[in-house]
């Protein structure tokens, strides 16, 4: 089956501090994957996308994820979390051919002063 | 205006009353899309339109009626609610369909609380 599985519900970080979300699909064919994060009140916003090639994906805001084949992973990373960054963030996954996409339940970003 | 928008951002309705939502895309995309997210539940995709012709309908129940007059128009037609319907309803529009390569853009949505 098709999934996506977001396993942290909830982060918090302090400001200044790294960040890792955790993302693992299911897919059965050459995935493309996608971060969107949404702020309260508003809709999703695209941070990054992976389609082919580099498996390391840079993105808007300083962020970054990693694809990883053999872990069917796309973690989100970011060197030094900004108060700013306190949000919800999605991990989807879809493929060639497909309007499709497949979302994860999300993370909830707490950012402490 | 620019991107994706929602009107009304806020709605609270009766079970017996009816409302229509409303999504205007202003990025010259063909292709349209409302979804529904609830709380701690993945993204749910209702409906899709592809040059105002209705390519997706997803299980949807038959009180939620979308509506796509054009290709930078989308209503979601509401009557007869339940309870459970309340939800943030986003709307998204992308370039086209034939590949999910075409980035989707989401507006704010609309909060609907049914009371």
């Known amino acids: 089956a098709q999934s996506v599985t977001q396993p942290d519900i909830h982060i918090t970080v302090s400001e200044g501090a790294s960040l890792e979300l955790r993302c693992n699909y299911s897919?059965?064919?050459?995935?493309?994957l996608f971060w969107y994060v949404q702020s309260p009140g508003q809709g999703l916003q695209l941070l990054l996308k992976?389609?082919?090639?580099?498996?390391l994906v840079q993105g808007i805001k300083g962020f970054e994820a990693e694809f990883k084949r053999s872990q069917s992973s796309f973690n989100l990373r970011k060197p030094s979390v900004h108060w700013s960054d306190a949000a919800e963030y999605f991990c989807?996954?879809?493929?060639?051919?497909?309007?499709?996409?497949?979302f994860g339940t999300g993370t909830r970003l707490k950012v402490l002063a | 205006e620019t991107g994706v928008t929602q009107t009304p951002r806020h709605l609270v309705m009766g079970m017996t009353n009816k409302k229509s939502l409303k999504c205007e895309q202003h990025?010259?995309?063909?292709?349209m899309y409302w979804y529904k997210q609830s709380a701690k539940k993945p993204l749910e995709l209702m409906f899709v339109?592809?040059?105002?012709?209705?390519?997706e309908n997803n299980s949807v129940p038959s009180r939620f009626s979308p509506e796509c007059p054009n290709s930078s128009h989308l209503f979601l037609h509401l009557h007869t609610l339940q309870p459970e319907d309340s939800a943030l309803y986003l709307c998204?529009?992308?370039?086209?369909?034939?590949?999910?390569?075409?980035?989707?853009?989401f507006g704010p949505g609309t909060r609907l609380t049914v009371t």
């Open positions: 990025l010259g995309h063909n292709a």
């Open positions: 897919y059965g064919a050459t995935p493309y």
């Open positions: 339109y592809s040059l105002e012709e209705r390519v």
């Open positions: 998204a529009s992308s370039q086209g369909l034939a590949d999910s390569s075409y980035e989707q853009y």
């Open positions: 992976y389609f082919s090639g580099d498996t």
């Open positions: 989807a996954v879809a493929g060639p051919g497909t309007y499709k996409y497949i």
